[in-house]
């Protein structure tokens, strides 16, 4: 029979810790080395208690007595605030005041941050804009002389709808106007004043609604050619874009001149939507002449249709 060095207690055969004070007998002392024994050690030890078959279930480990082998069990109690000691949930912190969590960020306590897995080419809009605004004049310049430079400027504005007509579109939108009444009101004498001013309103009016048609298309053709759908973007893409269609329309003021004048602001604007369509749309570049040239094709088409068919209706 083999005795607790620390106890004196008899041993269970093949033990590796003591059924009375809970010594560990792995650990291999000298006797001058082992620890005393007080009578402290008695807490340890619950009644004894027979082990039933719900015992058995809550997976307890039998604790064995030295003079007995009449199985005992801890409390519930004992069990429930020793697993509150070992199990300390980690802290979740809260964000600070005005500071967003990460949307695409779950946190659960105790566990490491979770982040959802984002498709690698999903566009995402940037929402983070520059207070800072082009003045007018100086925008048309930039957009016609050097593009590819005033896009990365024009991408970091927030898209308004409002202020890009307000403030650019129907600004320009004058210049076409304007010229179709000098041009159709003084310079041609076959034609009225009258009808110098219907041409002016029309040319207005069709200039303006030219750029929401293509806008429309611009969105349709989105997913073709992996561009991100977004209609303020699309729509402030296709306003800039169109500059040259308006700036150019001066060469009206030559008789006859009008036509030339739509087709080569078109054709610029071809170039226009292909140098800013990357930027603004996040457009593959093998895929940004495809997309201008189908674009500038639909709206030149359509720009004709709805032209002739209002002129015919009011005149």
Not at 107 to 117: L, S
Not at 130 to 144: D, E, K
Not at 182 to 191: C, E, H, P, R, V
């Amino acid at each position: 029979m083999k005795f607790c060095p620390r106890c004196g207690s008899d041993l269970i055969e093949g033990a590796n810790f003591c059924s009375y004070c809970g010594y560990n007998l792995s650990i291999v002392l000298e006797e001058d080395e082992l620890p005393p024994y007080t009578p402290e050690d008695e807490l340890v030890i619950q009644p004894k208690e027979v082990r039933t078959k719900n015992n058995r279930e809550t997976g307890v480990p039998p604790i064995y007595h030295d003079n007995s082998e009449t199985l005992t069990q801890i409390s519930e109690s004992d069990l429930e605030e020793t697993r509150a000691k070992e199990i300390v949930p980690s802290p979740v912190t809260e964000p600070e005041p005005g500071n967003k969590p990460f949307a695409d960020t779950i946190q659960t306590p105790g566990k490491e941050p979770i982040r959802e897995r984002k498709p690698e080419n999903s566009y995402q809009p940037d929402n983070s804009y520059s207070q800072r605004q082009t003045p007018f004049l100086q925008r048309v310049i930039n957009i016609l002389l050097k593009p590819k430079t005033e896009w990365l400027v024009i991408e970091n504005e927030k898209p308004d709808r409002m202020k890009l007509i307000t403030r650019y579109a129907m600004l320009l939108a004058i210049i076409p106007a304007l010229c179709s009444f000098i041009s159709y009101g003084f310079i041609l004498a076959d034609y009225t004043l009258s009808y110098a001013i219907i041409i002016a309103i029309l040319r207005f009016v069709v200039s303006l609604g030219i750029i929401y048609l293509a806008t429309y298309i611009s969105e349709y053709l989105a997913p073709s050619f992996e561009a991100g759908k977004d209609f303020d973007r699309s729509f402030q893409l296709v306003c800039f874009a169109y500059t040259p269609g308006w700036v150019f329309f001066i060469l009206a003021l030559i008789p006859h001149f009008d036509f030339l004048a739509i087709f080569l602001g078109f054709g610029y604007m071809t170039y226009l939507l292909y140098t800013g369509i990357p930027v603004i749309k996040k457009t593959p570049e093998d895929k940004s002449l495809g997309y201008s040239i189908l674009m500038v094709i639909a709206s030149f088409v359509s720009y004709l249709v709805i032209y002739k068919v209002l002129e015919s209706i009011l005149l």
